[in-house]
């Protein structure tokens, strides 16, 4: 059995080539937005999608034609919410094709639902959907890889809102207790809960002291930044240090769509038809340059 | 290393467990084994392994959390804590972490039913209800000391997830000569024969019915008992076999809340199949906060102790068809 295949050297992404597939990604989280019948997370996808194209386009060391390879970057994706983001991401990277997410996505017997399974969905890590199992799963097979001497790195992404979930501190503890420097979290700090402000309702702040109380490495970005993401990626610290990496990502909900931005309506909802192209005119004006 | 011991002895089930993990993890490499702070059984294991062994401390979430991303990843984690916070606090992490993948985790713990005397806090007494309702989980609760090492031995074969239920577990009577019964995840055990009633029961509390048919016995009554330590799957066919073989005269005893542990799951067995039973008495743990005492105090006061099953048992063996 090979390495996956790392995206390295001459075939890796420029960020302006990861701001396009970034802008890729939101385009077709805004057409299956626009054409399923059912509500998306929409705003949590549009939040999360520059982390997780830096993630399958450039940081993570998977390989879509072997999904099972033991070299493999693991992903958790903790705010299971985002599943269809995470699939559409998966789909550009070669895992599936974006057709048969979005001609099936939440119909009977799809393998693409609101959250994601493993079971009925192969190439896909771990399932979540309950706020606040992803960290502990990620502790699990950064132990094993620990013990097995592999050098891969666990990758989990959580929203800030989860982490008001007990468990992801009984994690961030476990982790550094263990010293896992293999794990590598992203927390897709938009602010927002599913009703409210977070702010408003928890005292998140001071928010990078908690992670860096609890012993972990931490990182500030843009999390639309895709040069500031690039470059955290290209800076964590080696799998088989001690000291695990939360990169935490400031971010905005609903990003590149203005009527969706920081607007608690669209947590999840449904585009129609009109509002589609309206949402697509809305995040063409947010490109930094023209396409060819 | 085989366990030596002998018939009605006493023997403590959790030295059986840290022997048999410790010699499981030498024929599975892949053998996890985790705690919340429970760990003084896990010595051997941990002094053996130490690169395998976890204890996280006092956070039975991520503990369970821990032993899903092990498995995830091709290992076999073995969860050992106390039931109470094991099967509640961690609840949902075993339902959507565990189940839901259909993980080979296995969660073993002490203080099923009211034992041990910490109070309400730390009996568990509802763990087999909910351990029940979960797809893909397989129940078990283990009176004899020494069957917890053959379930742990034939559960590294099971593709999903177990449950091993204990009572306190530092001293249990040895039930069972070896090589007497056949011990298979899902069977039950036919612990005594007879052909007036049947006893079914689970966990700590078979010693008690053994007793009761005994002391039956010098009655000239002739009472079986079944020892369900499986409760999921049941074993239904043993089930309506003793129906048919023992007069359809049924006492349940056991020490878990009296509607939603093993009466329950033999009162849908016989629902499903239509059995015809002539008496069916459930003997459990009322819906109350029990209390302090003594397991068997405590046993007695909420109406499943000795005295209670042969009362019982007199009473289906004497109604009428």
Aim: aromatic letters at 8%; a negative charge; proline letters at 4%.
């Amino acid at each position: 059995m090979g390495q996956p295949t790392l995206i390295t050297g001459e075939t890796r992404h420029t960020v302006a080539e990861l701001e396009e597939l970034a802008f890729e990604l939101r385009s077709k989280l805004l057409h299956l937005c626009g054409t399923y019948e059912g509500a998306v997370h929409i705003g949590g996808d549009l939040s999360v999608a520059d982390i997780l194209t830096v993630l399958y386009q450039y940081g993570m060391n998977v390989d879509p034609t072997d999904i099972a390879n033991p070299a493999r970057d693991r992903f958790v994706l903790s705010k299971g919410h985002a599943a269809v983001c995470m699939y559409i991401a998966m789909a550009m990277r070669g895992f599936f094709s974006y057709e048969g997410i979005v001609d099936t996505y939440g119909q009977l017997d799809s393998a693409y639902g609101m959250h994601p399974c493993k079971v009925q969905l192969p190439g896909v890590e771990c399932s979540t959907g309950s706020l606040g199992h992803g960290l502990p799963i990620a502790v699990g097979m950064a132990l094993s890889a620990r013990g097995r001497g592999d050098t891969h790195r666990v990758f989990c992404v959580l929203g800030d809102g989860e982490t008001g979930e007990g468990s992801v501190w009984e994690a961030a503890m476990a982790a550094r207790s263990n010293e896992l420097g293999n794990i590598v979290a992203f927390v897709d700090r938009n602010r927002q809960l599913m009703t409210s402000f977070a702010e408003e309702r928890v005292a998140f702040e001071p928010y990078p002291d908690k992670w860096a109380a609890f012993g972990w490495n931490v990182v500030m970005v843009d999390g639309h930044d895709m040069g500031q993401l690039v470059a955290a990626v290209d800076a964590l610290p080696a799998s088989d240090s001690k000291r695990p990496t939360v990169i935490i990502c400031e971010t905005i909900k609903g990003k590149g769509v203005d009527f969706m931005e920081k607007n608690l309506a669209w947590h999840a909802g449904r585009l129609g038809a009109a509002d589609l192209e309206k949402a697509m005119t809305a995040l063409k004006s947010t490109r930094k340059k023209a396409t060819v | 290393m085989a366990e030596t011991f002998t018939f009605g002895e006493m023997l403590s089930a959790r030295s059986v467990i840290g022997t048999t993990l410790a010699e499981l993890g030498e024929t599975h490499d892949n053998l996890w084994v985790l705690t919340p702070d429970i760990g003084a059984t896990l010595v051997e294991f941990r002094d053996k392994y130490p690169e395998r062994f976890v204890d996280v401390g006092l956070a039975e979430q991520v503990c369970v959390g821990i032993a899903s991303g092990l498995a995830y990843d091709g290992n076999i984690p073995v969860v050992s804590g106390m039931l109470p916070f094991l099967s509640m606090r961690a609840l949902e992490q075993i339902r959507s972490d565990v189940c839901y993948p259909n993980l080979p985790v296995k969660i073993i713990g002490t203080h099923g039913g009211l034992v041990g005397n910490g109070g309400s806090t730390h009996y568990a007494v509802e763990d087999l209800a909910l351990m029940c309702a979960l797809t893909n989980m397989t129940v078990t609760s283990i009176g004899d000391p020494l069957m917890v090492g053959e379930v742990l031995r034939q559960s590294m074969a099971m593709p999903g997830p177990l449950y091993i239920r204990l009572a306190v577990g530092k001293s249990d009577k040895v039930l069972y000569e070896p090589g007497q019964h056949d011990i298979r995840i899902g069977k039950g055990i036919v612990a005594r024969q007879g052909t007036d009633a049947t006893i079914f029961t689970h966990g700590t509390v078979v010693a008690q019915a053994l007793e009761a048919a005994e002391e039956l016995a010098v009655e000239g009554f002739n009472v079986r008992v079944i020892d369900m330590f499986t409760l999921k799957p049941i074993d239904a066919d043993l089930v309506a076999q003793c129906a048919e073989e023992t007069g359809g005269r049924f006492v349940i005893v056991e020490d878990h809340l009296a509607y939603g542990g093993l009466a329950s799951r033999v009162a849908d067995v016989v629902a499903d199949r239509g059995l015809h039973l002539t008496a069916f008495e459930r003997l459990g743990i009322p819906q109350v906060f029990a209390g302090f005492g003594e397991d068997e105090q405590l046993r007695d006061k909420h109406g499943y102790g000795l005295a209670a099953t042969i009362a019982a048992t007199r009473r289906v063996i004497a109604a009428k068809p």
